[in-house]
Every structure is written in structure tokens, then in C-alpha cells.
């Protein structure tokens, strides 16, 4: 991916390198999830919340992190805070791919020349993640700027991701450099329309991360279980539960 560049801190380190072996079928298999092989989500209900519901819950932003972050490892300036809400952080920012974990034809050393086969967190037979096949976000390591487990987050924890009039709900699933933000998994920036190739593509602008605090799913790699909790978030955090 294009911040890992930067990114073979603690982070990255800490992980143990582990052999790929296949998934669960709800983290490989397109077919059982609600997010289709093409990337788009079954047709949404009326009680689906919107993109613009969702951002104007998040218009004013109460910092929390202690400094600001880059987008990329390039960048003349840190201008992304990470702000704070009673059930909820977020951060708005450009979404780099992340292609690190399960070696897939879609992700390995030739596809991303920066690809590590390791993610910080691990599916629930202790691998690490597909980032092809699983829609996740990639959070910054923790450091003095903000720490990322004092927000109630962790590995699996749900987040939602707005990209013009697309929500698409996640995991955290993978963190990165400690003063870079913005990235997200193959499987997620494909569910959201945005070209998920890891050397190219991407978005420069116009992403909104959401996370939930105290909402982690398991297993982790459960694509269903973080869509229908991701909704019920959602429609709590709009105020329509």
C-alpha cells in the first residue's frame, strides 16, 4: 500500500508472521454476505440509514486526538483530527488501500509492492486477515497523538464508511503508521466504489470513518455480523433506534 512505506514500525513488527490457510466461508465466499463479488450491498430498506444522515451527525468535530494526522507518508502537512462523540469517533481523510495480510491473487508483492502477509489483528483461527475478501479500516498505531484502545476500539470493532452517497460497514482490522490516517481494506474501498487497486488506487478526499466505541464483533472476519451490527449503530447514532 502506498503509506506503508513508513509503516514497518511496532505496529507491523509486532505481528507474527503466519502462513495463509483458507477462511471461513462468511469472510471468502462473496455469495453469503451481504456485500455482493461486484461490491455492492443487497438493496437496502427503507430503515437503512443514508450517507447524509450519517454526515450530519458529523459535522462539528470535538478533537480528541492530542495533534493532527497526514494522509500520506508525502504529505507537507498533518490536518486530520481525530474527533470524539459519546458512542463514536471519527475522522474524515483520503482512503489509501490496504493489501497486507492473506496472499491472494489480488493481494501479494506484485500487486502491492509494499504487501506484508500479516495484519495487527487475526481472523478467529489466528491468520491473518483477507484483505480481498474483507471489508476493513486501517487504524493508526497508537502513539501520543491518539491512541486508538483508550476510544473503546480494538480488532473488530464496527466502523462506518461514507464515500459520496455509499455507507459500508467494517471492521478495524489492520493499523498502520502512528502519524498517517486514511486507508482501508481492497474489499472495502470495491464495496464503496472507489478503485481498490493497491498501487494506484484509492481516494484522495471525501472519505468519513466512523467507529463505534465497545462494539466488537466475532469472529472478526464475519461480514454479515458487522453489516447488521453496523445498521443497528447506525440508526442508533442518527437517532432512530
Known sequence: MRTRLLALTSAACGAALLGAAALPASASDPA????????????????EVTAAELLAEVRACSRISKGKYRT?????????????MRDAVFWKADMDIDCDGRKTRLCNRKTDPYFLPETAFQSS?????????????????????????????TGGSVVAVVYRDRVRYGVIGDTGPT???GEASYAMAKALGIDPDPSTGGAESGVTYIAFRDSRISPIESRARAQSRGAALAR????RS
Open 32 to 47: 453469503s454476505d451481504p456485500v455482493s463479488a461486484s461490491g455492492r450491498e443487497a438493496d437496502a430498506g427503507s430503515d
Open 72 to 84: 500520506d507518508s508525502g504529505s507537507a502537512k498533518a490536518t486530520v483530527p481525530v474527533c470524539g
Open 125 to 153: 483461527r489466528g491468520e491473518p486477515l483477507d484483505s480481498a475478501a474483507l471489508p476493513h479500516v486501517v487504524v493508526p498505531g497508537p502513539s501520543r497523538v491518539w491512541d486508538y484502545r483508550k476510544s473503546g476500539l
Open 179 to 181: 502519524g498517517i490516517i
Open 236 to 239: 442508533e447514532f442518527v437517532g
